[in-house]
């Protein structure tokens, strides 16, 4: 227990620091968030009627940004292979480092939505179910996304690859996100039903991403 | 003749090359017969002729799924049991599926818009089927990205395992989501839906296209195991000649 929460210390002190990347990725939100209205046009009707989506959209590319942070690093100096031939399951050590990974870049995002809603002209309402959506959403994104980390880590090139692989998987949270959000805000429909389901997306995530992941760094290292 | 001898490569090569013209004399004849009984097939009285798309359609649905489940069984068999052809078996079906869901979706497409005015619908069972292709693009550029071909074959298995998990998302997405695309009427609880006329020709095309996997399949790990002697042949030849 002691090894994981010193592990899941080190990564988050480690992304938070210079050259860790983590706050880029608000900072990609930021400039994502900013150029829709460029894009579609500054009506302000408009943009709240699309602003749940353009969040969603925002916090799903800036998460897939710092994905490929979450093995390369330790893969490039080293730690990694330590890290998989120590004595904790590979398993829970994925899993750590993946919570130690939404911590730092996936939380910063979630903090940042009531901001970034403001400039989309959307009301307190509207902020919190999307930011609520995205705090059950994206710990399923990263969970997913470590996979394709794991997997592009052993390739040696496989920065493009990470987006092609992940990508398709991260549809479901995308669609149910946004639906939940659409529905507490305009909808007839409820808002329970797709946030239970996007939280059962997040639940199964954590599940199988990290055996997935430790499977694939295991046969993958040499 | 088990599953253990063919992991000899020699003896499945010796084997296919048995089989595999009987398979594709086999696989002729029953899609003829298919494609004559669905063209004398009786018009749809809701849907007119334009209801012999089906024929063409569903099978092509029905094997997008088939060669998924046929790589997630070659993805066990390459993580569990260590079966030699296991990886042979996934890599080569992986561009024959993707093959029958591009066709799945144009068809689909093609009939989509005579009977709901539209080539494509964000519908639950199309998006699916849509995620389904992209991971087989996604799953070949895997493929690809890795020379050697053991640890390629590792980490393909694991996504395609991962992707398995589509699977009854697509089965039942009319089910569970009530959109355009109708709901499962031949594989269904309670019997199908279908009438003889139409049922009959659809099993029998459904039957030509599993043949026409397995042949293709066949021929295509053949290939397969063949570039590999080849490759290994020109790797010992390199290490040969710079001793």
Same mark, same amino acid.
């Given at each position: 227990?002691?090894?994981?929460?010193?592990?899941?210390?080190?990564?988050?002190?480690?992304?938070?620091?210079?050259?860790?990347?983590?706050?880029?990725?608000?900072?990609?939100? !930021?400039?994502?968030?900013?150029?829709?209205?460029?894009?579609?046009?500054?009506?302000?009707?408009?943009?709240?009627?699309?602003?749940?989506?353009? %969040?969603?959209?925002?916090?799903?590319?800036?998460?897939?940004?710092? %994905?490929?942070?979450?093995?390369?690093?330790?893969?490039?100096?080293?730690?990694?292979?330590?890290?998989?031939?120590?004595?904790?399951?590979?398993?829970? +050590?994925?899993?750590?480092?993946?919570?130690?990974?939404?911590?730092?870049?996936? !939380?910063?995002?979630?903090?940042?939505?009531?901001?970034?809603?403001?400039?989309?002209?959307?009301?307190?309402?509207? +902020?919190?179910?999307?930011?609520?959506? %995205?705090?059950?959403? +994206?710990?399923?994104?990263?969970?997913?996304?470590?996979?394709?980390?794991?997997?592009?880590?052993?390739?040696?090139?496989?920065?493009?690859?990470?987006?092609?692989?992940?990508?398709?998987?991260?549809?479901?949270?995308?669609?149910?996100?946004?639906?939940?959000?659409?529905?507490?805000? +305009?909808?007839? !429909?409820?808002?329970?039903?797709?946030?239970?389901?996007?939280?059962?997306?997040?639940?199964?995530?954590?599940?199988?991403?990290?055996?997935?992941?430790?499977?694939?760094?295991?046969h993958g290292l040499d | 003749m088990t599953l253990i001898d063919l992991a000899n490569p020699t003896k499945f090569?010796?084997?296919?090359?048995? $089989?595999?013209?009987?398979?594709? /004399?086999?696989? /002729?004849?029953?899609?003829? &017969?298919?494609? @004559?009984?669905?063209?004398?097939?009786?018009?749809? @009285?809701?849907?007119?002729?334009?209801?012999?798309?089906?024929? &063409?359609?569903? *099978?092509?649905?029905?094997?997008?799924?088939?060669?998924?489940?046929?790589?997630?069984?070659?993805?066990?068999?390459?993580? $569990?049991?260590?079966?030699?052809?296991?990886? &042979?078996?996934?890599?080569?079906?992986?561009?024959?599926?993707?093959?029958?869901?591009?066709?799945?979706?144009?068809?689909?497409?093609?009939?989509?818009?005579?009977?709901?005015?539209?080539?494509?619908?964000?519908?639950?069972?199309?998006?699916?089927?849509?995620?389904?292709?992209?991971? @087989?693009?996604?799953?070949?550029?895997?493929?690809?990205? $890795?020379?050697? *071909?053991?640890?390629?074959?590792?980490?393909?298995?694991?996504?395609?395992?991962?992707?398995?998990?589509?699977?009854?998302?697509?089965?039942?997405?009319?089910?569970?989501?009530?959109?355009?695309?109708?709901?499962?009427? &031949?594989?269904?609880?309670?019997g199908t839906a279908l009438d003889r006329a139409f049922l009959i020709p659809l099993l029998v095309m459904a039957?030509?296209?599993?043949?026409?996997?397995?042949?293709?399949?066949?021929?295509?790990?053949?290939?397969?195991?063949?570039?590999?002697?080849?490759?290994?042949?020109?790797?010992?030849?390199?290490?040969?000649?710079?001793?």
């Amino acid at each position: 227990m002691t090894a994981l929460a010193a592990l899941i210390r080190r990564d988050i002190r480690i992304a938070l620091r210079v050259g860790g990347g983590a706050l880029i990725g608000v900072l990609f939100f !930021l400039t994502v968030v900013v150029l829709m209205p460029f894009a579609v046009g500054p009506d302000l009707a408009l943009l709240t009627r699309l602003g749940p989506a353009i %969040l969603w959209l925002g916090a799903l590319l800036a998460s897939l940004l710092t %994905l490929d942070r979450l093995f390369m690093a330790d893969h490039e100096d080293g730690s990694l292979d330590l890290i998989v031939m120590s004595r904790t399951p590979l398993e829970l +050590t994925c899993a750590a480092k993946a919570l130690a990974h939404w911590l730092a870049a996936g !939380l910063p995002l979630i903090v940042a939505t009531p901001v970034l809603g403001l400039l989309l002209n959307l009301d307190a309402t509207a +902020t919190s179910a999307v930011a609520l959506t %995205l705090l059950a959403g +994206t710990p399923a994104l990263t969970f997913t996304g470590m996979i394709g980390a794991a997997l592009a880590v052993t390739l040696h090139r496989g920065g493009l690859l990470l987006a092609v692989l992940v990508l398709p998987l991260s549809i479901p949270v995308l669609i149910f996100g946004v639906s939940a959000s659409q529905a507490a805000i +305009t909808g007839p !429909l409820s808002f329970g039903t797709p946030f239970s389901i996007l939280c059962a997306l997040s639940l199964v995530s954590l599940v199988i991403g990290p055996f997935a992941a430790a499977a694939s760094l295991r046969h993958g290292l040499d | 003749m088990t599953l253990i001898d063919l992991a000899n490569p020699t003896k499945f090569l010796t084997l296919t090359a048995r $089989v595999l013209p009987w398979l594709a /004399a086999l696989t /002729a004849v029953l899609l003829l &017969v298919g494609l @004559y009984q669905s063209a004398m097939a009786p018009d749809d @009285y809701q849907q007119g002729s334009t209801v012999k798309i089906m024929f &063409v359609h569903v *099978p092509n649905a029905w094997l997008s799924m088939f060669v998924w489940g046929v790589m997630s069984l070659a993805a066990l068999g390459t993580l $569990v049991w260590r079966h030699p052809l296991a990886d &042979v078996a996934a890599k080569a079906a992986a561009p024959i599926g993707a093959a029958f869901t591009f066709l799945a979706l144009v068809t689909g497409s093609l009939w989509g818009r005579p009977m709901w005015g539209t080539y494509w619908e964000w519908d639950a069972r199309l998006t699916s089927v849509l995620i389904l292709f992209l991971m @087989y693009l996604g799953l070949i550029a895997l493929w690809r990205a $890795v020379e050697d *071909p053991s640890r390629a074959a590792r980490a393909a298995a694991i996504l395609t395992l991962v992707g398995a998990l589509n699977l009854p998302i697509i089965k039942f997405s009319v089910d569970w989501w009530n959109t355009l695309h109708q709901p499962a009427s &031949v594989m269904r609880m309670g019997g199908t839906a279908l009438d003889r006329a139409f049922l009959i020709p659809l099993l029998v095309m459904a039957v030509a296209f599993s043949l026409l996997f397995v042949t293709l399949h066949l021929a295509a790990m053949r290939n397969e195991i063949l570039r590999r002697r080849v490759r290994s042949l020109q790797m010992m030849q390199a290490s040969q000649r710079s001793a």
